[in-house]
């Protein structure tokens, strides 16, 4: 435990039952008066730092809480990936699960002791927010604060960015989220190419019966699809196994699809339907009956919005002609058992800004960018 300048401001290390009841529960105070807000379902955010979940067997990371006169009014993460610290040996640490109040001293508290966290750990240089690393949520939401966040995206109050900035922080890299419709009319040059590569590509949907294979086959095209990306850590294989075992009890087999060119998987998409639609009046509780609501609003109703997080290209294909076919060609497919389903409005990504190739992609077929997030950095 330790004070700052302003004796009443506390900061504490979160190690105890009771200081994480309080670390998880302070988004419900800050964004009380947020009509856009959906509060995360608290079973996940338990889990999230569950000393099981797998993240933790390549990574450590260290937690604190701020309050005021014994009230929380902050919290913050620090983290060190040493799959981070493989790919790319740069000695960056993160930080992460920043929420605050709007005063510049809790703020100051909050990266201080983070930035000392990540100083001990040997670490150059601070990044974020990752929540709690880049393959789950990412960014800080800067623009787009009106709409809810979809699913495992993250939402924040306007003064957030500026207090961030405040602390030395530069914007380092922007990501967009679209909206698209999925009865979108689908552009003549697009089919055409389509149809001339529908002789040596087949799509098809997820086998369930063969689920651990599908499995791998999606982490092996994303690590491949991905490994050039800015921040691009693979896909740990213990941590995609118990993520894909969990969507699929969650969405229909359409809703992810492989694209095989000569028998040889080289794309992929994946939807998941929005969760936050069905949770968002539940403040977050499973119980006693909103298991009940949220089966039924997934298995009976099914939202009328969905998410796209994940979709990837092999890097052989991706400066070719056939690179943006493939991606039409997954994207066609996966859009067609979400309008047969009653989904409306669908959210694609987060996508690099500088990302020109899929950004063209999604605008050709009707997308527009509606949210923006940014990652942070500073030296150390």
């Known amino acids: 435990m330790a004070t700052t300048g302003e004796t009443s401001l506390v900061l504490e290390v979160v190690t105890q039952p009771g200081q994480w009841r309080d670390f998880l529960a302070l988004p419900h105070r800050l964004y009380a008066d947020d009509p856009a807000w959906v509060a995360p379902l608290d079973f996940e955010q338990r889990q999230r730092f569950s000393p099981r979940n797998h993240f933790f067997e390549h990574a450590r990371m260290q937690a604190w809480i701020a309050r005021r006169d014994g009230v929380p009014v902050g919290r913050i993460t620090a983290q060190v990936d040493e799959l981070h610290l493989r790919q790319h040996g740069d000695a960056a640490g993160y930080f992460g699960m920043l929420e605050a109040e709007d005063d510049p001293r809790v703020f100051a508290a909050l990266f201080g002791a983070a930035q000392d966290w990540l100083r001990g750990q040997g670490m150059e240089r601070v990044r974020g927010p990752f929540n709690l690393h880049v393959n789950e949520e990412v960014g800080l939401l800067v623009e787009g604060f009106s709409t809810p966040p979809f699913v495992l995206m993250g939402h924040a109050r306007p003064w957030y960015g500026p207090q961030v900035e405040t602390q030395g922080y530069r914007g380092v890299k922007d990501l967009l989220a679209y909206h698209i419709r999925p009865d979108f009319d689908p552009p003549r040059v697009m089919t055409r190419l389509a ?13 369930r019966k063969q689920l651990a294979e599908d499995a791998a086959i999606m982490r092996d095209v994303f690590n491949d699809a991905w490994e050039h990306n800015w921040g691009f850590v693979p896909l740990a294989e213990a941590e995609w196994v118990e993520t894909v075992s969990t969507l699929a009890k969650l969405m229909p087999d359409e809703y ?3 694209a095989e060119y000569d028998g040889e998987p080289v794309a992929f998409i994946v939807a998941l339907p ?32 969905a998410r796209i997080p994940l979709m990837g290209v092999r890097k052989s294909h991706q400066h070719s002609r056939l690179g943006p076919t493939l991606a039409f060609m997954v994207i066609d497919a996966v859009r067609k058992p979400m309008h047969a389903r009653g989904v409306t409005n669908v959210e694609m990504g987060w996508i690099l800004e500088d990302n020109d190739g899929m950004r063209n992609i999604i605008e050709t077929i009707g997308g527009q960018a509606y949210k923006r997030y940014r990652i942070y950095e500073k030296e150390l």
Request: hydrophobic share 40%.
């Open 256 to 258: 992810i699809q492989i």
């Open 274 to 305: 929005n969760l936050n639609e069905a949770t968002r009046d539940l403040g977050g509780k499973l119980l006693p009956f909103g298991w009940l609501k949220l089966l039924w609003r997934l298995k009976v109703r099914h939202p009328h919005s």
């Open 195 to 207: 149809e001339r590569a529908s002789e040596r590509v087949r799509v098809r949907a997820l086998r």
